[in-house]
């Protein structure tokens, strides 16, 4: 099975940038069958799927985030990346890296990542 | 985009109690409903797919069934690690959708 683990900034200032790492095992980002995804959940809340990068050309955003987003891969290091620009406290939130099979189903979940936003 | 909209939004049971969670898609979504399990603290944990379909490693006691717009999780015969909340989410039209929630608790 696929190990993911997210790595990154815990705090991010309003305005800023937030980016986040995924390295993966078990899996190459590299390679089909499988979509590298991001989620995320607010404190006390549901998930939301910010979007995902197949194939490593292919992305897909979550059109309320589009303008913001970008998710990009290293098949060298087997990584995959998460920058979300102009934060605010509304960004604040546990970050997942994940997988999603074709069929649209998340199988692997990395641990999570709290990332706050905050001055 | 889907709403899905879980009931209830909790449920106090008891271990050897039998618990349904009921999740409703805005639109028709057929059978591309998948159900996830999350502890606090923890990454959630897939399920059920395909709106019936056991994920490998699952327990039996887990079952699900449902098309179209309504759907249902069942867990017969709850167990002491089965008090967690669980999540529903289509998979039908992107983006893909979660349900709120459904907090199972001990009575």
């Known amino acids: 099975q696929v190990q993911l683990r997210e790595s990154g900034p815990g705090l991010v200032k309003p305005t800023q940038t937030l980016s986040l790492t995924c390295s993966v095992s078990g899996g190459s980002v590299g390679s089909g069958g499988y979509y590298w995804t991001w989620v995320r959940q607010h404190p006390g809340k549901g998930l939301e799927l910010i979007g995902y990068i197949f194939y490593i050309g292919n992305t897909y955003y979550n059109p309320s985030l589009k303008s913001r987003l970008t998710i990009s891969a290293d098949t060298f290091n087997n990584q995959f990346f998460l920058k979300l620009t102009s934060v605010t406290a509304a960004d604040t939130a546990v970050y997942y890296c994940a997988t999603m099979s074709t069929n649209v189903y998340i199988d692997s979940w990395g641990q999570g990542t709290l990332v706050t936003v905050s001055s | 985009d889907i709403q899905m909209t879980q009931s209830p939004s909790s449920v106090s049971a008891s271990v050897g109690d039998g618990v349904t969670i009921t999740c409703r898609a805005s639109?028709?979504?057929?059978?591309?409903l998948a159900w996830y399990q999350q502890k606090p603290g923890k990454a959630p944990k897939l399920l059920i797919y395909?709106?019936?379909t056991l994920q490998s490693g699952v327990p039996s006691r887990f079952s699900g069934s449902g098309s179209g717009t309504d759907f249902t999780l069942t867990i017969s015969r709850l167990q002491p690690e089965d008090f967690a909340t669980y999540f529903c989410?289509?998979?039908?039209?992107?983006?893909?959708?979660f349900g709120q929630g459904t907090t199972v608790e001990i009575k």
């Open positions: 639109q028709t979504i057929y059978t591309r």
């Open positions: 989410q289509q998979g039908d039209r992107f983006p893909p959708t």
């Open positions: 395909a709106a019936s």
